[in-house]
């Protein structure tokens, strides 16, 4: 399977604090990307990093992808309360065939203020 | 413009009856996917249209589960015979088709309760 695995399970933060999420899988992929999923406003893309690149920003959002390691992190910096979610990498493999994005199980982040 | 929509947003519904899930995804989207996602779990792929081309059923879970997408644009999810476990958000999305996959955008979810 080409799902990515999400590390932590669960992150409890202070606001104002950086908050670090990991993402790992296991086969060769196109590209990877980061949802947020909360009661509000249900599952948001935040950012796709492809197989050559090595980090993207958006705004307070860091996401690095270490291709050799197989491995990804999200960095938010500056947390708030409203960053309050859960957090999902999904893995297009480059396997060929339909490109259809696979999703971990999530972190939980709480961002008390 | 639009986002993805879906409805119902809820169903409740009697193990055994048929249910139908509908997705309208967002104007010139190609690709179209299914997921399901049970309480406090990842997503589940179901079904993936492309375009013209024969949809991707690998995710499936029995032959209880159909999909249809009328016109390249709106898609029905039918579950026959519903079961207990059944029960899970259903969530469509759409994205422009673009080669080597690109940005999902997801509608609300249709939160589907067998009793």
């Known amino acids: 399977s080409q799902q990515g695995e999400e590390d932590p399970q669960a992150l409890s933060i202070q606001e104002g604090e950086n908050a670090t999420m990991n993402c790992s899988y296991k086969?060769?992929?196109?590209?990877l990307q980061w949802y947020r999923q909360n009661s509000g406003r249900g599952l948001v893309h935040l950012i796709l990093?492809?197989?050559?690149?090595r980090e993207k920003h958006s705004g307070r959002l860091r996401v690095t992808l270490d291709t050799s390691k197989k491995s990804s992190s999200l960095l938010i910096t500056a947390s708030r309360a409203a960053d309050t979610a859960s957090y999902f990498c999904?893995?297009?493999?480059?396997?060929?065939?339909?490109?259809?994005?696979?999703f971990g199980r999530g972190t939980s982040l709480i961002v008390h203020p | 413009g639009a986002g993805v929509s879906q409805s119902p947003s809820n169903k409740v519904t009697e193990k055994g009856k048929d249910v139908e899930l509908r997705c309208d995804p967002i104007?010139?989207?190609?690709?179209l996917y299914w997921y399901r996602q049970s309480l406090g779990q990842g997503l589940e792929f179901l079904i993936y249209?492309?375009?013209?081309?024969?949809?991707?059923k690998s995710g499936l879970p029995s032959d209880r589960f159909s999909a249809e997408r009328t016109g390249g644009s709106v898609s029905t999810l039918t579950i026959q015979r519903t079961q207990q476990e059944d029960s899970a958000v259903y969530l469509c999305?759409?994205?422009?088709?673009?080669?080597?996959?690109?940005?999902?955008?997801f509608g609300p979810g249709t939160r589907l309760t067998v009793t």
């Open positions: 999305a759409s994205s422009s088709g673009g080669a080597g996959g690109d940005e999902q955008y």
């Open positions: 086969t060769s992929i196109n590209n």
């Open positions: 990093i492809r197989s050559n690149e």
């Open positions: 999904a893995t297009v493999g480059s396997a060929g065939g339909s490109y259809i994005p696979t």
């Open positions: 104007s010139g989207h190609t690709a």
């Open positions: 249209f492309q375009g013209n081309s024969a949809p991707d």
